[in-house]
T-cell receptor, first 117, second 109 residues
Framework: KAGVTQTPRYLIKTRGQQVTLSCSPI?????VSWYQQTPGQGLQFLFE???????NKGNFPGRFSGRQFSNSRSEMNVSTLELGDSALYLC????????????????FGPGTRLTVT | GDSVTQMEGPVTLSEEAFLTINCTYT??????LFWYVQYPGEGLQLLLK?????DKGSNKGFEATYRKETTSFHLEKGSVQVSDSAVYFC????????FGQGTRLTINP
């Protein structure tokens, strides 16, 4: 079974631009979560979607947004990019979500490396 | 809020050495606990998990026991290999995954 795929794998953007990242979950998985990984802050939760609805959100500014489509694919968007947004963005999919989903394994994609110059 | 504190790295060991990476957590309620591993250039892979107190998770020779009384979930392996070189993350789930800072492990032949 195919794993979680993320596109693009690498991206270079300029401050002030916006960017859209894509994530395709494992077939049958309806939950998609997004994480930001930086050397300074480590891995931080951005948001989680299940059945096209945002179920949980981390402490990120409104410039970070996401959505999920009916086929469970998800996109995240970052507007007005700042240098500090340079990071590895990881997507994870699982069968369940939230407290009920705590026992479901999250399968991670390889990430999108975003560099903001 | 919920948090995870894990042993700072980097950790460097010789092949066949005994490994311990400490992890403690703060959480309301009784979260599930996980260890994830990240190899260079890759995403995270679940290494093992435990969903309730006194559970022991194990995989590929690694073990960790959910200790409610000490709020700990230390990762151990009796004999490490060069292929175990990676970054290890301890995490808890209370609706979302909360990760520790990661511990970089290097095993020398």
């Amino acid at each position: 079974k195919a794993g979680v795929t993320q596109t693009p794998r690498y991206l270079i953007k300029t401050r002030g631009q916006q960017v859209t990242l894509s994530c395709s979950p494992i077939s049958g998985h309806r939950s998609v979560s997004w994480y930001q990984q930086t050397p300074g802050q480590g891995l931080q939760f951005l948001f989680e979607y299940f059945s096209e609805t945002q179920r949980n959100k981390g402490n990120f500014p409104g410039r970070f947004s996401g959505r999920q489509f009916s086929n469970s694919r998800s996109e995240m968007n970052v507007s007005t990019l700042e240098l500090g947004d340079s990071a590895l963005y990881l997507c994870a999919s699982s069968l369940g979500y939230g407290l009920a989903g705590a026992n479901y394994e999250q399968y991670f994609g390889p990430g999108t490396r975003l560099t903001v110059t | 809020g919920d948090s995870v504190t894990q042993m700072e790295g980097p950790v460097t060991l010789s092949e066949e050495a005994f490994l311990t990476i400490n992890c403690t957590y703060t959480a309301t309620g009784y979260p599930s606990l996980f260890w994830y591993v990240q190899y260079p250039g890759e995403g995270l892979q679940l290494l093992l998990k435990a969903t309730k107190a006194d559970d022991k998770g194990s995989n590929k020779g690694f073990e960790a026991t959910y200790r409610k009384e000490t709020t700990s979930f230390h990762l151990e392996k009796g004999s490490v290999q060069v292929s175990d070189s990676a970054v290890y993350f301890c995490a808890l789930s209370s609706g979302k995954l909360v990760f520790g800072q990661g511990t970089r492990l290097t095993i020398n032949p």
